[in-house]
């Protein structure tokens, strides 16, 4: 289950603000700091979410392609990987 702190910083994040920007406005209207902080920092902002998805993908099939063609060598060595 998702806090209202950090739901309020995702809809603040897709209206186009900026970190300061949403912590300054959670700040007036809350009393937890702490959490306004953990999640205003910790979230990812929209456009760069989708950066870092592709970039992810990207990795993950290189190190699949990777394993892929080191157990094709091991394989043809007869070399025993466990």
Do not use: C, W
Not at 26 to 34: G, H, R, S, V, W
Not at 50 to 73: M, P, W
């Amino acid at each position: 289950m998702t806090d209202k702190i950090e739901e309020k910083v995702e809809t603040l994040f897709k209206e186009g603000k900026t970190r300061k920007e949403t912590i300054a406005i959670l700040l007036e209207d809350n009393e937890e700091k702490a959490k306004v902080l953990f999640y205003a920092n910790n979230i990812s902002m929209p456009a760069a979410r989708k950066k870092y998805q592709a970039h992810n993908l990207a990795l993950s099939i290189a190190v699949a392609l990777l394993t892929l063609k080191s157990d094709n060598y091991h394989h043809k060595v007869g070399i025993s990987t466990i």
